[in-house]
């Protein structure tokens, strides 16, 4: 099956041939990985490649479907690169948060009409507000945050339809 | 005089530090917290602890007032002030001190004297102590100064005398760009430090950042416990620091130190110091500045002496006459430290924010890991990002670099984007291996120490890991974060 994810924001695309609990093959740049898995516990995954190298792998799981695995020399946020197109046309929309921050207050809730300007929801961030607002006509699909949640610079905060 | 209960005034990994050496004293702690760090190791770790509400720094961990108030209340008879915050706020350490209560630093004299850069530089000219060519005098005239930027000789600094961080700074090549660096450096100044005045310095090429710990007591003995180098530095902020320097000759060594005994000496300093020198590639040193403080990177001296930096600080405020001799005062191996920061090394240095979900604990022998974080903690925009600093020691700088490159990975801080693997790229760079380290090290190698791109056989493991986990199953919540990945992983099992 052909895949396509995104590591630290840049895409990458493969195709899977195995993928069970114990074993994953994947081709990609040409070349057949297979990983089998050693050991696991909560958070933790080992994984072991055709050369007999071991990887010791820490999972994390984030909001915005997001997983952040460390391990091997790197941290890296993967997540399905279908989820980035979204993100870009909320960046486009401006319906992401511009910097790290806190949700300060959200001002609509799904399913309400909302006029381009208005705002919907205010974040906070370097000690500052931002106001995160309509970029069109519209009705709120969903409001991805409550307040008090910590966001990434990048991410969805709202979609409109 | 007997301390028995010390007031922290600081917050994070330094207070935890701090308790550590009070406790390993048998001396009682107070800790402070402002509402958003209630939950944070220091707290708990503490004998007591205090809230100082939420609000801006000036209402929380420099509130003066409401400090003194605490530590009178809860009996504490002394107060550590860390670094950062009050620790070199003279006003503090003098109403501390009019209180009754033992401010665990130097006099309140020495931090005024050492807190100004002009001041400072006059103060220790006279014991012979090798000062940079430069004007550090009061006539602020933009003509006169410019005069004084040729009568140096370009390449010239120009700096706030009241400052530090590098705000209010400026690097001036040529003559013709003199009077508009110095506008911009007045305005800065006069913005951070409400003072524009500046001082003007011979700027000098592949400069090192050499400094010197020193430790003096109240009768009369002044130590040094040899030097660190903190080259490695990002925007002036320090990312590695070590000790011993790196192609440093004994001669060197021993001429530096001695300089920094004599201005302790000179100025008759009290308790735990730092004299910061640059040097050049010839070797040449001049002073700096003296940083009135225990320092952020004091671990690696006290890897490689063996002693405890709080604790000697805290016998010195006590009175104590200390038990050592220079001679018995020996640097052995190497140590390194890191700066574990939550920004984003790939997005523009940013600062990252979120849930720690894990901290990875060090599995190798001789490393350190001082930490104000644990599982679970959340990391806000409020105060400073370094999440931790990782030390080690070897015997040798090679070894001490290998260690940490381990260390790196054993302490992963799961959840948050940081500084590692940037940090991992210093480490295994040509010329940091070799020793070839200087203040422009990162800005002169930016391009080698890019990230690894996506496409590298190097993320495989990650890409297995994410298939594994079965990641795409997780529901659509509103934000939420799933327990584990495994949830989703045992999914696939049935």
């Avoid at chain 2, 007591?217 to 990002?234: A, K, N, P, V, Y």
């Avoid at chain 2, 020996?330 to 523009?348: L, S, T």
Wanted: net charge neutral; with cysteine; charged share 25%.
């Amino acid at each position: 099956m052909k895949r396509s994810l995104l590591i630290n924001n840049s895409s990458v695309n493969f195709e899977v041939s195995t993928l069970d609990s114990s074993i994953v093959e994947f081709e990609w740049g040409g070349k057949k990985m297979r990983f089998e898995v050693v050991e696991r516990s909560n958070d933790m995954l080992v994984l072991r490649d055709q050369n007999m190298q071991q990887y010791r792998m820490n999972l994390t799981s984030l909001p915005g479907q997001t997983l952040f695995v460390s391990g091997s020399g790197h941290d890296a946020e993967l997540t399905e690169a279908s989820s980035m197109t979204k993100k870009k046309s909320g960046a486009m929309g401006g319906l992401t948060a511009p910097m790290p921050g806190k949700v300060f207050k959200v001002l609509a809730k799904a399913g309400e009409v909302v006029t381009k300007g208005q705002t919907l929801l205010i974040l906070e961030a370097m000690k500052m507000e931002h106001a995160i607002k309509a970029d069109k006509d519209g009705k709120v699909k969903k409001i991805l945050f409550k307040e008090g949640d910590l966001v990434q610079g990048g991410m969805a905060l709202a979609e409109l339809e | 005089m007997k301390i028995k209960k010390i007031l922290i005034a600081n917050r994070g990994e330094i207070a935890v530090r701090v308790i550590k050496s009070a406790r390993a004293m048998g001396i009682k702690s107070v800790a402070l917290y402002a509402d958003d760090d209630a939950k944070l190791p220091h707290v708990w770790m503490a004998d007591e602890a205090h809230g100082l509400g939420s609000g801006t720094l000036k209402e929380t961990y420099l509130n003066q007032e409401k400090i003194l108030g605490i530590a009178k209340s809860s009996g504490a008879d002394a107060i550590h002030p860390g670094y950062g915050f009050l620790s070199e706020n003279s006003g503090f350490c003098k109403m501390v001190e009019a209180a009754g209560i033992i401010f665990i630093g130097p006099t309140p004299e020495a931090i005024v004297l050492m807190g100004d850069k002009i001041g400072s530089k006059i103060a220790v000219e006279k014991y012979n102590v090798p000062m940079i060519p430069g004007y550090h005098g009061s006539n602020q005239d933009a003509a006169f100064l410019s005069a004084e930027a040729k009568r140096i000789g370009f390449p010239v600094l120009i700096k706030a005398s009241a400052g530090g961080g590098g705000k209010g700074m400026r690097i001036v090549h040529q003559a013709s760009e003199f009077d508009e660096a110095l506008k911009g450096a007045k305005s800065e100044a006069l913005k951070a430090f409400s003072n524009d005045a500046v001082l003007l310095e011979k700027y000098v090429t592949e400069p090192r950042h050499i400094e010197v710990q020193v430790m003096s007591d109240t009768h009369g003995q002044h130590f040094h416990l040899f030097e660190r180098e903190c080259s490695i530095q990002r925007r002036y902020q320090k990312v590695i620091e070590e000790s011993p320097a790196p192609r440093f000759s004994k001669e060197t060594q021993k001429a530096i130190t001695q300089t920094a005994v004599d201005i302790a000496k000179g100025i008759n300093y009290r308790g735990a110091g730092t004299v910061e020198f640059i040097m050049g590639a010839d070797e040449k040193f001049y002073f700096l500045e003296m940083n009135t403080r225990l320092q952020v990177e004091h671990p690696i001296t006290e890897m490689v002496t063996g002693l405890d930096l709080v604790g000697l600080q805290i016998k010195v405020a006590a009175g104590e006459k200390l038990d050592l001799k220079q001679s018995d005062i020996r640097q052995n191996g190497h140590a390194i430290e890191c700066r574990i920061c939550a920004e984003d090394p790939d997005n523009g240095f940013l600062p990252t924010i979120g849930t720690i979900h894990k901290i990875g604990s060090p599995t190798l022998k001789d490393v350190r890991l001082d930490c104000g974080f644990v599982d679970g903690s959340v990391l806000g925009v409020n105060y400073d990002s370094m999440l931790a600093k990782l030390i080690t020691w070897a015997p040798t700088r090679e070894e001490a670099i290998t260690k940490m490159l381990y260390a790196l990975d054993d302490v992963v801080f799961a959840g948050i984007k940081s500084n590692r693997d940037y940090l991992r790229r210093l480490l295994s760079h040509k010329d940091f291996k070799a020793g070839k380290t200087h203040t422009h090290f990162i800005p002169d190698h930016k391009e080698e120490l890019l990230p690894t791109k996506a496409e590298s056989v190097e993320f495989a493991p990650h890409i297995a890991a994410y298939l594994l986990s079965g990641v795409k199953r997780v529901s659509k919540g509103e934000g939420t974060v799933a327990s584990t990945p495994w949830m989703t992983l045992n999914g696939l099992r049935n």
